[in-house]
């Protein structure tokens, strides 16, 4: 109250509310109270949090307590950016703490590190919102008059004066992003990465030379070419690099070790010991170790050329042929997007339902009893709202959109939502090599609107699934479809990897569709005795009696991994191997080959100009 007093001392107006954020209604009022007697919301700063129930194991610790612990800044920071996503924020600044950026300092307060790095991943997902990674305050805050916990990290308590100047910086939208990963004097870790954050100088307690002096010293002595390539592959500016701090606290992890070993390879023309980097775990160490070794840059300008475009195919050179998954998007029955898919099928879900009015005359065609001319079945998994589609959003006209098969449609909805899942603006992608590769059949949705009514004929073959999009979004690399039957759409992603792995494609859309609109494939698996009759799939079961049709479309977004990390990509997975093989000849087109299919199981996807090789 004394703040709050001095605060109106000063001429401020203070309105306050002391409900949980995650009251949504309480909190609503509050803002429109705020909004009615102050006018529109300018800005955040979000400081709300609960300490944890004390050092212990997460596995330890009550439920209960570490819902109460994340309640604040989970629920309760999703509360206030809704509630004020229609006001002219000007800033939004998230309280987080270092203990969720430094691992070390997360142990026996892991609920509340993952607090603090739920408001971490929001800044850096959300434009206009920083998370300031923030040490101990040793005047005021939660930590005063207790022992330092971010000191095991060498991290000085930050007086008032410097935690304020930091707030500053981390409101002044005109200043990059800061970060730091290294004893900073006072300074603050912010989520968001950049340039270092430091207290401005002459704040109290933190003389100018304090540490600045140390970190001028550690960015002297180190090749220009080696800064500028661990620059580049840890995406902080060279002039900010840390030349004596540890590449484990610089974000360097296992698959960026083997990356960083690659380019210097390439830069040197020499080979090196990966566990070099690991013996040598700093710039300046690993620079005196490669000036003892005699490793020199080859060429000049090789270091930048190791980077290179986000978007350069990766040729037949690529180490390893690995390819990273760095989108996802699908739409299923039951599930409008991924989450809702995991959702449905982690409570064990049920998405499929009788044939939905409009595709066929389930009435007039269906019958329990095999019968030619009839379904045995009358169920699937259907999607909902497969008419709609926001023509204007891909700049058609509505007759343009009618004339399109809804798989196109589809696919349409469905590339977007994954490139925005990758992170990748249309700009981005536009005129690039990349590959479409769809598995896909057209359905007869063309018979049923009539070619007369369509505006300009096209679009009534299956190419169009792929080319429609490689139109859309001006991609110069192969479109295609694969009609494997059920196998389609693996086939399409083994398809995009060889693309990948032969540098025709520098990234590659990949994935399968399926629209049921008529009743002919329901007709004709009847006749061979392949529909459930139950409308349930019980593969591999005694009571197996035929699938259930099911219709949906997922995509993803592939590059191969060296790009990927290159290019700082979110990899949600990689693919070691593809194979595709056949079954030959056995008792009937829909019978297995156990044997064959062992043999494609045993297959890894051979990089360009290599046979195929085996796994033991």
């Given at each position: 109250m004394a703040n709050i007093r001095e605060l109106e001392r000063l001429g401020a107006r203070v309105m306050t509310h002391t409900g949980p954020l995650s009251e949504r209604g309480t909190l609503a009022a509050y803002l429109d109270e705020v909004r009615t007697a102050l006018g529109p919301i300018g800005g955040i700063v979000h400081c709300a949090g609960r300490p944890g129930s004390g050092p212990a194991s997460l596995v330890r610790k009550d439920i209960a307590d570490v819902r109460r612990v994340l309640e604040p800044k989970g629920d309760g920071l999703d509360a206030l950016l809704e509630l004020t996503a229609a006001d002219p924020l000007e800033f939004v600044v998230l309280y987080s703490s270092v203990s969720s950026a430094v691992p070390?300092?997360?142990?026996?307060?892991?609920?509340?590190?993952?607090?603090?790095?739920?408001?971490?991943?929001?800044?850096r997902h959300r434009s206009g919102v920083r998370a300031v990674n923030w040490p101990v305050w040793r005047q005021t805050g939660g930590g005063t008059g207790r022992p330092d916990a971010a000191a095991p990290a060498g991290l000085d308590a930050l007086s008032d004066a410097a935690g304020l100047a930091?707030?500053?910086?981390?409101?002044?939208?005109?200043?990059?992003?800061?970060?730091?990963?290294a004893p900073a004097s006072g300074g603050a870790?912010?989520?968001?990465?950049?340039?270092?954050?430091?207290?401005?100088?002459?704040?109290?307690?933190?003389?100018?030379?304090?540490?600045?002096?140390?970190?001028?010293?550690?960015?002297?002595?180190?090749?220009?070419?080696?800064?500028?390539l661990f620059a580049q592959a840890l995406r902080i500016p060279a002039a900010e690099l840390e030349h004596d701090v540890t590449f484990t606290d610089l974000g360097v992890e296992s698959v960026l070790l083997g990356e960083l070993v690659t380019r210097i390879e390439e830069v040197t023309e020499r080979p090196l010991d990966p566990a070099?980097?690991?013996?040598?775990?700093?710039?300046?160490?690993?620079?005196a170790h490669l000036t003892e070794a005699g490793l020199t840059a080859a060429v000049a300008g090789a270091a930048s050329t190791a980077a290179g475009s986000?978007?350069?195919?990766?040729?037949?050179?690529?180490?390893?042929?690995?390819?990273?998954?760095?989108?996802?998007?699908?739409?299923?029955?039951?599930?409008?997007?991924?989450?809702?898919?995991?959702?449905?099928?982690?409570?064990?879900?049920?998405?499929?339902?009788?044939?939905?009015e409009g595709r066929w005359d389930t009435a007039g065609l269906y019958r329990p009893e095999r019968s030619p001319g009839y379904s045995v079945s009358k169920w699937g998994g259907f999607l909902d709202g497969l008419e709609d589609f926001d023509p204007e959003f891909f700049g058609m006209t509505e007759q343009e959109a009618r004339d399109l098969d809804p798989a196109i449609r589809l696919t349409m909805e469905t590339t977007a939502a994954c490139l925005r899942d990758a992170g990748y603006t249309d700009e981005e992608l536009r005129g690039r090599d990349v590959g479409v590769f769809m598995g896909a059949?057209?359905?007869?949705?063309?018979?049923?609107?009539?070619?007369?009514?369509?505006?300009?004929?096209?679009?009534?073959?299956?190419?169009?699934?792929?080319?429609?999009?490689?139109?859309?979004?001006?991609?110069?690399?192969?479109?295609?479809?694969?009609?494997?039957?059920?196998?389609?759409?693996?086939?399409?992603v083994q398809t995009a990897v060889r693309s990948l792995l032969a540098g025709e494609s520098a990234a590659a859309l990949a994935g399968g569709v399926e629209v049921l609109l008529d009743e002919e494939p329901y007709l004709e698996f009847s006749v061979a005795r392949a529909l459930s009759p139950r409308g349930r799939c019980a593969t591999f079961d005694k009571d197996a009696d035929g699938f259930v049709p099911g219709e949906g479309c997922g995509v993803l977004l592939l590059k191969t991994l060296e790009r990927a990390v290159a290019d700082g990509d979110r990899i949600r997975a990689v693919i070691d191997a593809v194979a595709v093989g056949n079954d030959g000849r056995t008792m009937g087109l829909t019978t297995p080959n156990p044997v064959a299919q062992a043999q494609a199981c045993a297959q890894r996807s051979p990089g360009p100009g290599s046979g195929p090789t085996r796994w033991d």
């Open positions: 070390a300092l997360s142990a026996g307060v892991a609920d509340y590190a993952a607090a603090n790095a739920y408001l971490d991943l929001v800044a930091v707030l500053d910086q981390a409101l002044d939208a005109r200043r990059p992003p800061c970060c730091c990963r870790f912010d989520a968001e990465g950049g340039a270092a954050c430091e207290p401005a100088a002459g704040s109290a307690g933190h003389g100018p030379g304090r540490g600045g002096a140390a970190r001028s010293r550690s960015r002297r002595g180190s090749r220009a070419w080696l800064v500028e070099a980097l690991l013996d040598h775990p700093t710039l300046e160490r690993l620079n986000s978007l350069r195919p990766a040729g037949s050179g690529t180490p390893g042929g690995r390819i990273a998954v760095i989108g996802t998007a699908c739409r299923f029955p039951g599930a409008p997007d991924l989450d809702a898919f995991w959702h449905l099928l982690r409570t064990g879900g049920f998405a499929v339902t009788e044939v939905p059949r057209m359905s007869g949705y063309r018979r049923r609107i009539g070619l007369e009514e369509s505006a300009n004929g096209l679009g009534g073959d299956q190419n169009f699934i792929a080319a429609r999009v490689a139109h859309q979004y001006d991609f110069r690399g192969p479109a295609l479809v694969v009609d494997s039957a059920c196998s389609s759409a693996l086939v399409s």
